[in-house]
């Protein structure tokens, strides 16, 4: 079987999303970090149906799995400051 890969802009707008890159970063800036112990899908920001393909997308291991891990990264991580 062969799987596609994804990216971020892939990702993006998958859910329905802007999906340039000015877009994703100012997404990310404006919602992380997302606290430790708050599971990507159940971030308050996502609409039920993004929420569950994101969940869907980690728990059976889907084609979309390694993007959605990197955007959980992404979101998780405190924003890193510029020297």
Known sequence: MERHIHNMKN???????PSDDEA???FLAKNRPLPNG???HEADFWTPSQAS???D????????SEVVE????ELHARQRSTP
């Open 11 to 17: 990702l993006f707008s998958q859910l329905g999303q």
């Open 24 to 26: 994703i970063a100012r």
């Open 38 to 40: 708050v599971p990507l």
């Open 53 to 55: 393909f994101l969940r």
């Open 57 to 64: 997308a980690v728990s059976d291991d889907a084609d979309w």
């Open 70 to 73: 990197a955007l959980n990264a």
